[in-house]
């Protein structure tokens, strides 16, 4: 009498391969997601970090013209709220420009002008916005600078308080 001889079965099998695929599959997916937070994290410390030297930009700005941030009649210029617009009144700061003779607030006008600008342009995409609240009752001023910025995850807000 012949006896059946058993094989072993060598290798994977088609369910053992299965599984496998998923496995993989399941930790390919996460490493994406975990790819792409990463990305977006990425983004929005860079976002930060320009409205954090925006901050400071403005401040120095203000710094370098004291009369306009505080005069005789304890009146700020720089007290500007987000959406302000001004005329020209002809002030150039740049390295280089012929100076004219402009008052503390039209400097305060020209500055704010420009720092809107340069948001627009470092923050592109993002609809920034800047906002200077000085209040005017301590002494030194107090400021409080905020930068409102948008991005696909939602509203960002970034504000400084400080004393010149």
């Known amino acids: 009498m012949?006896?059946?001889r058993v094989r072993r079965q060598g290798g994977f099998g088609l369910i053992?391969?299965?599984?496998?695929m998923a496995v993989l599959s399941?930790?390919?997916i996460g490493l994406a997601r975990l790819q792409t937070h990463a990305l977006r994290a990425a983004y929005t410390a860079t976002q930060r970090t320009v409205a954090v030297a925006k901050a400071a930009e403005i401040v120095e700005r203000m710094r370098a013209n004291p009369?306009?941030?505080?005069?005789?009649?304890?009146?700020?210029?720089?007290?500007?709220?987000?959406?302000?617009?001004?005329?020209?009144?002809?002030?150039d700061d740049r390295p280089g420009a012929v100076a004219s003779s402009?008052?503390?607030?039209?400097?305060?006008?020209?500055?704010?002008?420009r720092w809107t600008a340069s948001l627009t342009r470092d923050m592109p995409?993002?609809?920034?916005?800047?906002?200077?609240?000085?209040?005017?009752?301590?002494?030194?001023?107090?400021?409080?600078?905020?930068?409102?910025w948008t991005e696909r995850s939602g509203d960002k807000t970034y504000a400084t308080t400080l004393q010149l």
Request: net charge negative; proline share 6%; with cysteine.
């Open 125 to 148: 995409g993002t609809s920034p916005s800047g906002d200077i609240a000085v209040q005017t009752g301590t002494t030194p001023p107090t400021v409080t600078v905020t930068i409102n």
């Open 102 to 113: 402009c008052t503390p607030a039209q400097l305060a006008e020209h500055d704010y002008t």
């Open 16 to 20: 053992e391969a299965l599984v496998a």
């Open 26 to 28: 399941i930790g390919l």
């Open 67 to 91: 009369i306009g941030v505080l005069d005789a009649n304890d009146a700020s210029s720089y007290d500007i709220r987000a959406g302000s617009s001004f005329a020209e009144h002809g002030c």
């Open 2 to 4: 012949r006896t059946a």
